[in-house]
Structure formats: C-alpha cells, structure tokens
C-alpha cells in the first residue's frame, strides 16, 4: 500500500491530526516533514500528532526525519508500533551523537 496521509481536524480546536498509513520512505517522509512545517508556519500555536499506527513498512531514512519533525516542528508521534518505535529511537539516537 502506497503511503496515505489523511488530514483530521476537531472543530473548535487548535490541535491537528496527521493519520500515516502504508509504507512511509523518504519521499514520502519529507513530504509530512513539509506538511507539518506549513501547518506549524500558519497555526504556530497548534498540536500537531502524526498517527503513525497504520504504518506497514519505514526505512531508516524515514525514521531519521521523523525524529526532525518530533524536534522541529515539535509533533507528537502516536500509535508507534514496536519497530517503528524502536527505528524512531535509533535515529533519534543516531543524530544526537
């Protein structure tokens, strides 16, 4: 499954929800990455959460930019199932030494 990003929004509130399904490689990382720089650049104020539960596949790459837009642009990941979570910590870890 290709990946799919699927915007959801609550009325009345300033938090924003990225949902992430498929496979998320690095065009498709630096993509979200670009998205949540507009949405941080027009809402600074606002949470973002990317959904990250209904991913089937990422590559270390993808887990490296998603560690930047943790830091960046200060998004919560969310639904991280076990080796996502551990390819996040990885490159998280990677790009602090």
Do not use: H, N, W, Y
């Amino acid at each position: 499954m290709p990946t799919r990003i699927t915007q959801v929004e609550e009325r009345g509130s300033k938090a924003v929800l990225l949902r992430v399904e498929g496979r998320l490689l690095r065009e498709d990382a630096e993509l979200l990455e670009k998205v949540c720089a507009e949405l941080r650049e027009k809402e600074p104020d606002s949470a973002i959460t990317l959904d990250l539960a209904d991913l089937t596949f990422l590559d270390s790459e993808s887990a490296s930019v998603l560690c930047r837009i943790k830091r960046e642009q200060r998004a919560l990941l969310e639904g991280l199932q076990i080796f996502v979570q551990r390819a996040v910590e990885l490159a998280d870890r990677d790009e602090a030494a």
